[in-house]
Nanobody, 118 residues
Framework: QVRLVESGGGLVQPGGTLRLSCANSGSRFYIYDAGWYRQAPGKEREMVATLRTTDNTTNYADSVTGRFTISRDNAKNQVYLEMNSLKFEDTAVYYC???????????WGQGTQVTVSS
């Protein structure tokens, strides 16, 4: 059984930094790609960043480009989201998603709250 667990969320002031982590506490599998998504109150869930593990290709939402970085630690089997220069509008619940290979099944974490407030 796969169980993704996000951590690292919290309350931060505008301009601050947070680093989210996503770990799999269940059965290990090969990750085809991984991503971070967020959902603010009253809004649709949106893609923040994705990482394709085959060639380390990354993709970012325009709103976070240059401020956020997605990365992966193979040895620790974790995926990270480094968030810098945080803005009020970054406030949301952040979810990680891993896609398995070769089945291409998506697994989601339960989410971690990020609140940017002064």
């Amino acid at each position: 059984q796969v169980r993704l667990v996000e951590s690292g969320g919290g309350l931060v002031q505008p301009g601050g930094t947070l680093r989210l982590s996503c770990a799999n506490s269940g059965s290990r599998f090969y990750i085809y790609d991984a991503g971070w998504y967020r959902q603010a109150p009253g809004k649709e869930r949106e893609m923040v960043a994705t990482l394709r593990t085959t060639d380390n290709t990354t993709n970012y939402a325009d709103s976070v480009t240059g401020r956020f970085t997605i990365s992966r630690d193979n040895a620790k089997n974790q995926v990270y989201l480094e968030m810098n220069s945080l803005k009020f509008e970054d406030t949301a619940v952040y979810y990680c998603r891993w896609r398995s290979w070769p089945d291409l099944d998506d697994y989601w974490g339960q989410g971690t709250q990020v609140t940017v407030s002064s």
